[in-house]
T-cell receptor, first 114, second 111 residues
């Protein structure tokens, strides 16, 4: 079974530029998460989707971040414009339905903003 | 203040030793507790989870939760160099898994 796929794996951009990250969850997983992991810190939830609906986006900085999950499968996270403080690893995770099923994480996209 | 506090380490132990990892948390509503392992340049992977207080054992790994003191522990017996990684503890109030992670403890097992 293929795991969570993320691309690109690495991205270097200059501040004020836009950037987008893509995630393909495990087949059949209805719940999808985007996390941000700063260096030396644990992941912090940005947004959670149940199918195509964003059910928890309270931690998403909506002035510059946006996300979508069309058709309830793949998801894209966008930052526009990027700031120096956005440098981090952006992790996507997915989970099957039901109580406390395991969240499976992708390898992440490492963003460096110069 | 973060809801889950964890010593970042690094924690260095010789091969075969017991690794002892700890976290404290502040949210009394946490019901589920997890330990994740994260290798360098990889995403976290779930090692163990427990519900409420108590112990849970899985092979060389034992997780303990003491809700009265808001303390979470993970023990790794007979540690191997392949156990070298960052270990993240997490808690959640609901079964849908909005996880609050600690900062992670880096563990180095030397041959």
């Amino acid at each position: 079974e293929a795991g969570v796929v993320q691309s690109p794996r690495y991205k270097i951009i200059e501040k004020k530029q836009p950037v987008a990250f893509w995630c393909n969850p495990i087949s059949g997983h209805n719940t999808l998460y985007w996390y941000r992991q700063n260096l030396g810190q644990g992941p912090e939830l940005l947004i959670r989707y149940e199918n195509e609906e964003a059910v928890d986006d309270s931690q998403l900085p909506k002035d510059r971040f946006s996300a979508e999950r069309l058709k309830g499968v793949d998801s894209t996270l966008k930052i526009q414009p990027a700031e120096l403080g956005d440098s981090a690893v952006y992790l996507c995770a997915s989970k099957a339905g039901g109580l406390l099923n395991e969240q499976f994480f992708g390898p992440g996209t490492r963003l460096t903003v110069l | 203040q973060k809801e889950v506090e964890q010593d970042p380490g690094p924690l260095s132990v010789p091969e075969g030793a017991i690794v002892s990892l700890n976290c404290t948390y502040s949210n009394s509503a946490f019901q589920y507790f997890m330990w994740y392992r994260q290798y360098s340049r990889k995403g976290p992977e779930l090692l163990m989870y427990t519900y409420s207080s108590g112990n849970k054992e899985d092979g060389r790994f034992t997780a303990q939760v003491d809700k009265s003191s808001k303390y979470i522990s993970l023990f790794i017996r007979d540690s191997q160099p392949s156990d070298s990684a960052t270990y993240l503890c997490a808690g959640t109030t609901d079964s849908w898994g909005k996880l609050q992670f600690g900062a992670g403890t880096q563990v180095v097992v030397t041959p």
